[in-house]
C-alpha cells in the first residue's frame, strides 16, 4: 500500500514508494553526458526528480503513464523539491491501487448524473432537445466516461468527476442568472451548457494520469464535441437544421474568443451567457484549489498565473478544496 505522496514530501525525505511517470525527458549535462529529467506524480499532485547515475537503466525502467517504484532522496532546488533518483524499477498495474494515483471529486458521481439527467428533463421543453439526450442518455459507453472525465489536465476540475461537477454546477448557476434577462432561450441554454464539453471525454486520457490523449491534441475537445454531436443528431429523425447550428455554436464559441481557442467568438445571447457562466465556474474551482494548497497562515497567496497576480486571502474562504463548493441542494452527498 502507498504510504508516500507527493505533495506530503519535505527536503531531507527519503523516497521509497510508487508514483507514476507524467513527464519525460532526456538532456545532457555540461560535460555531454546524459542525465534523466522525469515528473513523478499521484493523487497529491507532483514532483520533480533527476537521475544523474545509470540513465540508461532508469530510462529503460517506464514510459509516461507506467508505475514505478523510486528510490531516492528529496532536497531544496532553485526555490522548489527535487528528486534525486538513486534507483527506478518498474511496478506491475495491476498491483496497484489506482485511487492512490488520480484524484478524484469528493461528490458521488452517480447522484451527479442522476441530478443532470433530472435537470435536463425537468428544465427543457422542446421535444427535438428532450430526445437528443435521450440519444446520449441510452449510450451507455458516453455515460460512464462522461461521469469519470476530468475537466482539466491543470487549471480547473482536473481530478476524475471533474467534467460532470463542472457541467451540473453551471446548469445551477444557469438557473440563477438566464431567469434575469429577458429573450433567453432557456432550452437552447441549458442543452449547450450540457454539451460544450463533451469532447473532453475523449479529448483526454485518465487511466493512470491525467493527461491530453493523441486526438486531444490533434483536434481538440471542440471539434470532437461537435462531432460527437452530429452522430447524436443523426439518431432523432427531423431535427431542426437551425436548431442543430445553434447547439454547434454553443460548443464553438464557449472559449469566448480566437486567442482562447474558441473558432469563432459568441453570437447569440445565449452562446454569451454561456460563455461567461463557464468561465465563473472554471475560474472559482482553479482559484479555490490554489488557495487550499497556500500556507494559511499569510494573508496573501504566491503569484497565481492564471490570473497574473496574488490574491489577498480574506479569511472567508476557508481552505476547501477544488471541488468542495456544493453545485447545490446536495448534488454530490
Known amino acids: 500500500m502507498k504510504q508516500q505522496f507527493a505533495a506530503e514530501l519535505a527536503a531531507g525525505a527519503q523516497v521509497d514508494d510508487v508514483f507514476v511517470i507524467s513527464e519525460k525527458a532526456l538532456a545532457q549535462k555540461k560535460n555531454g553526458e546524459n542525465y534523466l529529467s522525469i515528473t513523478f506524480s499521484d493523487k497529491t499532485g507532483d514532483i520533480k526528480g533527476v537521475a544523474w547515475d545509470n540513465v540508461s537503466a532508469a530510462a529503460a525502467a517506464g514510459a509516461v503513464g507506467d508505475f514505478v517504484r523510486v528510490r531516492g532522496g528529496v532536497s531544496d532546488y532553485r526555490g522548489g523539491l527535487q528528486l534525486t533518483v538513486r534507483e527506478l524499477s518498474p511496478v506491475d498495474r495491476g498491483s496497484v491501487r489506482r485511487d492512490d494515483f488520480l484524484?478524484?471529486?469528493?461528490?458521488?458521481?452517480?447522484?451527479?448524473?442522476?441530478?443532470?439527467?433530472?435537470?435536463?428533463?425537468?428544465?427543457?421543453?422542446?421535444?427535438?432537445?428532450?430526445?437528443?439526450?435521450?440519444?446520449?442518455?441510452?449510450?451507455?459507453?458516453f455515460v460512464d466516461r462522461f461521469k469519470r472525465a476530468p475537466a482539466g489536465k491543470k487549471m480547473h476540475h482536473a481530478y476524475l468527476g471533474g467534467l460532470l461537477e463542472h457541467t451540473l454546477s453551471m446548469t445551477v448557476l444557469i438557473g440563477d442568472i438566464a431567469a434575469h434577462y429577458s429573450g433567453i432561450d432557456t432550452d437552447i441554454l441549458l442543452a449547450g451548457t450540457i454539451l460544450h464539453d463533451i469532447g473532453k471525454i475523449r479529448e483526454f486520457k485518465y487511466d493512470t494520469l491525467i493527461d491530453y490523449s493523441d486526438e486531444g491534441k490533434l483536434l481538440t475537445h471542440i471539434v470532437i464535441g461537435c462531432?460527437?454531436?452530429?452522430?447524436?443528431?443523426?439518431?432523432?429523425?427531423?431535427?431542426?437544421?437551425e436548431k442543430a447550428l445553434l447547439l454547434k455554436h454553443m460548443i464553438v464559441s464557449h472559449h469566448g474568443s480566437r486567442e482562447f481557442?474558441?473558432?469563432?467568438?459568441?453570437?447569440?445571447?445565449?452562446?454569451?451567457?454561456?460563455?461567461?457562466?463557464?468561465?465563473?465556474?472554471a475560474k472559482m474551482n482553479g482559484l479555490r484549489g490554489f488557495i487550499a494548497k497556500e500556507d494559511p497562515r499569510e494573508s496573501w497567496t504566491a503569484y497565481n498565473p492564471m490570473l497574473r497576480r496574488q490574491l489577498f486571502r480574506s479569511g472567508k474562504e476557508g481552505n476547501a478544496p477544488a471541488g468542495e463548493d456544493a453545485p447545490g441542494e446536495n448534488g454530490g452527498e
Open 103 to 141: 484524484p478524484a471529486t469528493r461528490r458521488n458521481p452517480e447522484r451527479m448524473m442522476e441530478r443532470l439527467r433530472q435537470t435536463a428533463a425537468e428544465g427543457i421543453q422542446d421535444p427535438d432537445l428532450l430526445a437528443l439526450f435521450a440519444a446520449f442518455w441510452s449510450d451507455e459507453d
Open 227 to 241: 462531432g460527437m454531436l452530429d452522430e447524436k443528431l443523426r439518431q432523432v429523425p427531423g431535427f431542426p437544421k
Open 261 to 281: 481557442g474558441s473558432p469563432e467568438p459568441p453570437r447569440t445571447l445565449e452562446a454569451v451567457l454561456l460563455n461567461h457562466i463557464d468561465d465563473i465556474d
